[in-house]
Each structure stands twice: as C-alpha cells, then as structure tokens.
C-alpha cells in the first residue's frame, strides 16, 4: 500500500487538494451576473419608461450610452487603483456603489418633468458606469490569482459567459416585473441584491496564499503552474521611478499584440452592447412582440451564448493541455467564433421570426465562443500591471458601449429600420477576426522595459 500510494505523487495530491479556486471563481460568477443584469435594466425597462417620458430613438441612444462613457473614462484611474489597493477592498467598493445608483434609478418617476427625469437617468447611469470601472480588471487579477495557466482560459471564459447567464435568468425575470409591478420595481430588486453581495464579497475573498481554507498542495498547484497566489504585485520604489505610470502605459500601449487585442475586444463589445441595449427594443419595434414576449425570446441567444462561452474556454484549455502553443489554443475560438457571429447580417433576409431567432441565437454562441479577451489578459498583461493593463483592454473594449448604442439610435431613426445597424454589427465580427489573424501575431507575457 505505501508503495501504491507514493507511486504517484500527482494523483495523491490532487485528490487531497483543496478547491477554493472555484468557490471563488463561483461568486466572481454571480457578482459579474448581476453585474450584466444591471446594465441591461435600462434594455428591459426602456419600452415602459420610453412610454411614460416621452424619450425618441436618438435621446433613448444617448441614455444608454451614459454608462459608457463614465466606464470608459474611469477605466485607467479604476486599474491604478486595483494595482494599489488589489481586489477585495476595491471590488467591494465598486458593488456597493453601482448597486445604490441602480437603486437610485427606480426613484426617477418622482421628478415629475421628462426633462428632469431624462436628466436624472442619464446622471444616475453615468455615476454607475464610473463605479463598475473596477469591475472585469478585478476578475482578470482575480483569475490571475488563483488558477494556472492551463485553467485559465476555463476560468475566464466562465466569469465572461456571466453575461449572458445574465440575459437567460434576469431578463425574462425583469420583463415579467416591468409587466405585473412596473418597472421601478426592477431597479429596486437589483439594487438590493448587490447590496448583499458587496458584503460576501468582503467576508469570502482573500489572496490564495492567505485563504484560510486553501492547503499547500492547492497553493503549490496554483503557484507551479504560473497563479500569482500573492495577489497583486505591488512594484518597489526603484520600480517605479524608472518605469512611471505614463511610460508604463507608453509600452503597453505601443505593444502591436496588445493593440491587435484591444481593437478585437472593441469589435467583439459592438456585438455585446446590441444584445444588451437595442436587441429587446428591436424585438419589440422590428418584430412587432410585447415586452413579456421580447424578455422571453431574448433569453434564447443567451442560452447560446452562455453555452459556446463555456465552450470556447474549455476548448482552449483542453488545446494547451493536448500540447498546442498559447497563441493557438487562445486565438482557434476566438477567429472561429467571431466569423460565425457575423451570420446576424442574415436576420435582414428572413421574414419568419423563428429564423430571426434561430440567426441571433448562432451570432450569440459565436461571440461567447470567440470570447476569450480576458483570458488573453491575464496570459500576457505584465505581473506588476495586471489592474491597469486590464483596465486599458476594457477602456478600449467598451468605447463600442458608447458607439454602439448611438450609432444604432441614429440608423434607426434615419432609415425607420434595424437593416443598417445589424450590418454595422456583423461588420464589427468580420474585423475581429482580421485582427486576431493578421495583427496580434504570438501570444505572450509582456516584460516591461525598466
């Protein structure tokens, strides 16, 4: 017995490992869902308020741009911060904050003008993009953190599919709210939920070399196969004289792959902010359903994405567990799922709505299978930069949050249809893959110059 117990060390330490690496990637899980479900409150709830205030295409484009440009904005601030202070404090923060402004949200209707309501939701959205900022840096240092390399891809893809989990469980609920309550009630449910888990978050999150819970074959699984156990990398003194934070951004941002990346992610983000802002809305106008119905029908193509999400991680980590490089265990899912996304140009030449249905629902699998963005950050974002490196690849990603919605709003109201804006989309989906072929060449870890 001895003999067969020593004859493989691997095998006996796995089965003695401990597994708190998934109890945290599970509520990195359902913060990043409710994350996606606040964002999307506005898609769900705008037919309702559109109704009540009065707001036209181009002014409802607007209102759900305002997110975005203060996400965008705080992208590089949010990354300094995180490599200052690491995840857990500012993670709690940031819940804490996006979810009273969402709160705030289901206040508007007491203003009594449009004018003033309008005013107030675009503020109210705008604050709540600035306290999200922190948010997907904070996974990538997480993920980081606590998986190896050849788990990696696995991890990430799984707390990026929260988005559409997101669409599949909230939207439905919201709509069915919006329909029997009205739709403060719907801000009013978020808001009191992230409350909740700003609170767990502070009572369960710990770097994996201080987790109480995690065992030395745990914490070596992680460190020996490239986890960096000891959260983030705070950089010395001598560090960062010779390497400020300017020049730091200087070389990540003059880095031909990491430039490659950030545009795919913007192109990949066009796709996302359609389904999560105007894909309900072009239901219900386009396609002529109820709010009811438009909540349910939309919980199909995040099925879809939900599921080639998973995929596409999976995937990539079983290529570099078979022996294939990084750069194509990382960059098959990505082409191949991007080239199948820009089938939604389809939905322009069918009538019937299941086939519209059936076209979104591949375009979504596509995008949840090709995106694999985070997990290309935490392989190559430099040790000591992971926040700010992440937080430039989500400043880039969610500009198409601003564009998006506004471009959509005025092609919509120019041409009295959603021809043009599914084109911009699929065109978006033909660009990523350009990207990932032609200008991201190896994928690596960037070493910064001192």
């Not at 840096?137 to 990026?160: C, M």
């Not at 109480?212 to 070596?220: I, T």
Request: hydrophobic letters at 55%.
């Amino acid at each position: 017995m001895p003999l067969s117990r020593t004859a493989n060390p691997a095998a006996a330490d796995a089965a003695t490992r401990t597994k708190v690496r998934y109890v945290i990637l599970a509520l990195i899980f359902i913060i990043t869902t409710l994350n996606y479900a606040d964002r999307a409150t506005l898609s769900v709830t705008g037919s309702a308020m559109r109704a009540e205030f009065g707001f036209d295409a181009i002014r409802m484009g607007y209102i759900f741009s305002a997110f975005s440009w203060a996400y965008v904005l705080s992208q590089l601030p949010a990354g300094w911060i995180l490599d200052r202070f690491g995840a857990r404090r500012v993670y709690a923060a940031s819940i804490f904050l996006w979810s009273l402004f969402t709160l705030l949200q289901s206040a508007i209707g007491v203003l009594g003008s449009a004018a003033a309501a309008v005013a107030a939701l675009f503020a109210l959205r705008f604050v709540m993009g600035a306290a999200e900022a922190p948010a997907f840096p904070a996974n990538a240092k997480v993920v980081a953190s606590w998986f190896p390399t050849k788990e990696r891809g696995t991890a990430s893809a799984i707390f990026n599919s929260a988005q559409y989990f997101a669409a599949v469980v909230f939207t439905p609920l919201m709509a069915w709210v919006t329909h029997a309550y009205g739709w403060h009630h719907v801000y009013l449910m978020m808001g009191v939920g992230g409350l909740v888990l700003a609170v767990v978050w502070l009572k369960v999150m710990k770097n994996p070399a201080s987790h109480p819970h995690v065992n030395r074959q745990e914490l070596d699984y992680i460190e020996q196969g490239g986890g960096l156990v000891n959260g983030h990398q705070r950089r010395t003194q001598e560090e960062r004289k010779a390497n400020g934070g300017w020049q730091l951004m200087r070389q990540l941002l003059t880095n031909r792959m990491l430039l490659g990346v950030y545009l795919a992610q913007y192109c990949i983000n066009v796709i996302t902010y359609f389904f999560l802002t105007w894909f309900p809305i072009y239901l219900v106008q386009a396609r002529g359903m109820t709010i009811l119905q438009a909540g349910l029908v939309a919980s199909l193509p995040a099925v879809c994405g939900f599921l080639g999400g998973v995929l596409g991680g999976v995937l990539s980590d079983s290529l570099i567990r078979g022996g294939a490089s990084l750069t194509l265990a990382r960059k098959a899912p990505i082409v191949g799922g991007m080239a199948l996304s820009a089938c939604i140009v389809g939905c322009n030449y069918v009538h019937s709505d299941w086939l519209v249905v059936a076209l979104m629902s591949l375009a979504f699998f596509g995008k949840g299978l090709g995106a694999l963005g985070w997990a290309v950050v935490a392989d190559t974002a430099p040790k000591e930069a992971i926040g700010l490196s992440g937080s430039i690849f989500n400043m880039f990603g969610n500009v198409a949050g601003i564009v998006t919605p506004i471009v959509i709003g005025y092609l919509v109201a120019k041409t009295g249809s959603f021809d043009s804006a599914l084109a911009f989309v699929g065109v978006n989906a033909a660009i990523t893959v350009f990207s990932y072929l032609v200008i991201v060449k190896e994928i690596k870890r960037v070493e910064l110059a001192t």
